[in-house]
C-alpha cells in the first residue's frame, strides 16, 4: 500500500484502539463479530482487526499461517500480543476441548497416554489397556 493510503489507514484504525495499561492489550473498539474478534475494512474488504494489525507492524501474512492472540483476548490488536502460526498450533494452544484434550498426559484411570499404551481410535487418543481391560469383560458388566 502506498503511503499516504497505508498512513490514513492507520490514523482510522487507531481511532478505534483503546490501551488496557494492566494488561498491556490495545483493545478494538470498532465492530466485533459474533465470535468476539474485532472487523476493520480496508479497500472495501473486511479484515480481521488483528489481522490487518499484525499485518500493519510486520508485512504479510505468510501463506498457510493465522493469527494466534498471545493474551488469549480476541478483541486485543496490540501486534506484540499476536503471532503468526500455523491453524494446528492455534488449535492446541487455545482454551478448547481439542486443546485440553491434547495436552492430557494420562487416561483417567491414570494410564499414560504415550509410547505401546497409547492408541488411535476414530482419530482419537485412547488408553491401550483399558481398551483391552474393556474388551476381556464378560458383556454385560
Not at 468476539?36 to 479484515?47: A, Q
Not at 484434550?101 to 488411535?120: A, D, M, Q
Not at 485412547?126 to 458383556?139: F, T
Request: charged share 20%; proline share 6%; glycine share 10%.
Amino acid at each position: 500500500m502506498s503511503g499516504i493510503v497505508r498512513q490514513l489507514a492507520i490514523t482510522r484504525f487507531e481511532a478505534f484502539c483503546m490501551p488496557e495499561p494492566m494488561s498491556g492489550c490495545i483493545i478494538w473498539m470498532g465492530a466485533i463479530s459474533s465470535n468476539g474478534y474485532g472487523h476493520f475494512w480496508f479497500n472495501r474488504k473486511p479484515i480481521g482487526a488483528h489481522v490487518w494489525a499484525w499485518v500493519a507492524a510486520n508485512g504479510p501474512l505468510p501463506q498457510g499461517l493465522q493469527i494466534d492472540h498471545l493474551c488469549r483476548n480476541r478483541p486485543c490488536v496490540n501486534a506484540r500480543h499476536l503471532e503468526a502460526v500455523t491453524g494446528r498450533v492455534n488449535t492446541l494452544r487455545g482454551n478448547t476441548i481439542t486443546a485440553a484434550n491434547s495436552r492430557k498426559t494420562h487416561c483417567p484411570i491414570g494410564h499414560e497416554l504415550n509410547g505401546v499404551n497409547l492408541i488411535r481410535v476414530a482419530g482419537r487418543r485412547v488408553c491401550r489397556e483399558c481398551k483391552n481391560s474393556k474388551r476381556r469383560r464378560p458383556k454385560g458388566f
